[in-house]
């Protein structure tokens, strides 16, 4: 091939950024002449592919490295998870070419691996800092589920921007923490600062997960005054935020508006259906989701049978159960915790026990706690006896971690007459160290 060394750069760099790096080597060595930007190009892709060993072969043969290079090596074996090859890479980088970007991908590289220990390290080392770093600490901080250190790492950047923004308003909307979520959306604008599209999505699920209607039809509305494109992203979190919210006229309205529907965006609206109600309005936009281009995923059939279980539509429960080994996926312990739940609820309590012996995973407090709950409301005393004989054989994390099922047990006994029993299993609960809670898990349901 007789290529210049700009044609050639260009071909490996644009192989390589495609996935074909079998192409990328090719052309790479079919260069009569390579500088270093080819060199970095073809790393880069053996990388992005998971082909560490090549990469590191090429790197050693290398006669001069950039910074680039040395970057391209730590966010290489940073993204496969071998954050230590990737300090080991950091700790050689010449001094003249350790810049602030070189810092920056290291700590991502620890903070993205959830490793936040080692990223304050290198973070408070850094004799400078960008304002990507502060929201890669935040952002990982927030991922741990360490708001409260989020926010002192956010306290401290010196100059903020709307990024920064982001991550702190983000992290709070993923953690649960709505009313903070939407403090500090206020106080960001207060400060001057333009949502964005990451700044809504966030805040419409801080309003989704608050079920503040009216919040979130004034975020709706900023949409139009600021401009701000509504891309698949901002769409999904409207009719997610309406859903949540038991608006569902304006959920439908936008959902059925909506080109292009990706799985989150069909989930959101059957969620939603299922969760104020509408059980056969949620199978029926299932089988829609079915007949379109997206496939049904795991959490999709979560929201289909917990409607099922919900609007006792049996049948069509145990059919839509049975169509996950169709798509390919993986049957998991909150599949069959509404199975269990969708036979208890029916009052088929034989079926759902005997599904829960046959289950391929260990059963949980969810699966225990539905199947409780059934015998409650059938009054079945044997069945009782049963499952309290299992649940005493399960280990601590079962057994005794869930104060919900000593609190199950007591309401049947006692509903049945049985005082004594009812008041030996409360003084057991009392003894395990637990105090009542109030509609504490999903499966109080099942009861009611």
Known sequence: MNCDVLVGTSLVDMYAKCGDVFESRKVFDYMPEKNVVAWNAIIGGYLRSGDTASAVFLFEKMSMRTSVTWIEMIAGFARSGDTVTARRFFDQVPPELKNVVTWTVMVEGYCSNGKMEAAREVFEAMPQRNF???????SGYCKKGDVREAKFIFDRIPVRNLVNWNSLISGYAQNGF??????????????GFEPDEVTVVSVLSACAQSGLLDVGKNIHDILGHKRIKLSQIVLNALVDMYAKCGDLVNARLIFEGMTERNSACWNAMISGLA????????????HRMEDSNERPDDITFISVLSACAHGGLVDEGIETFSKMEKYGLATGIKHYGCLVDLLGRAGRLREAYALIKRMPIKPNGMVWGAMLGACRIYMDMEMTEQVVKDIGTLDSNIG?????????????????DRWETAERTRIAMVNEGFQKTPAHSAFVTSGT
């Open 132 to 138: 990507f770093v502060w929201s890669s600490m935040i």
């Open 400 to 416: 005794s971690g869930d104060n919900l099922h000593y609190v199950l047990l007591s309401n049947i006994y006692a509903a049945s």
């Open 275 to 286: 969760i104020h109600g509408q059980c056969k309005e949620a199978l029926e936009l299932f």
């Open 178 to 191: 709505s009313e903070e979520a939407l403090k500090a959306f206020g106080k960001m604008q207060a400060e």
